[in-house]
């Protein structure tokens, strides 16, 4: 199996995936099929085999997608505090992000927790799942070694369960209400606030 030869050919296969995150985001894991993702995708399905050998090459090359295009989110997250940035600026931009994603019209952070739990049952997820959060944890500790943090890896790894915890919290297919968006602000203020104080 070769990658698409042409740029039109890798485009093609780029929609693809993103049809795959949105079956899995909207209707779960177990739903997504090469017949499912042909539908959703507007394609005959025998153009899927060119691209795919199995499901299994499909599920891992969707997470693979997804966790580049959430690695990105973090990135420009964090590009947005800047050098000059402060505890105030960082809590403020994760506040940010975890709203942005939870109201993310095309269910992308379902469609994480999907692979999460596939992870727990296929090896091969599980290691780029584990490469993703080792990726996300160390733009985190970079930010907060800038900011001062004499424990930086560790602070990242409690910012990072915290923001887990609100986001399974408010999984929601539904608009995520006002206060619960200023309850996210709230909570990540606090945290980072607190963890400021032990940085001074």
Known sequence: MTEPPSKKGAERKGRILESALTVIG????AAL???SLAAEAGLPLGALSYYFVNKKQ???EAFDAHAHRELQRVVQTIALIGDAGSAADL????????????????NALVAEYEFLVEASRRPEIARASTAWQQALHA????VLGRLGSSEPSTDARL????????EVDNLTRDALPRTQSTAIRETLARLIDVLSRAWE
Do not use: H, P, Y
């Open 139 to 142: 733009q985190l500790a970079n």
């Open 91 to 106: 809590a403020g931009r994760l506040a940010d992000f975890v709203i942005d994603g939870l109201a993310n019209d095309e």
């Open 26 to 29: 909207r209707d779960g894991l």
């Open 58 to 60: 499909l599920i891992g």
């Open 33 to 35: 099929s090469m017949r």
């Open 159 to 166: 910012i990072m369960a915290t923001i887990a915890g609100l």
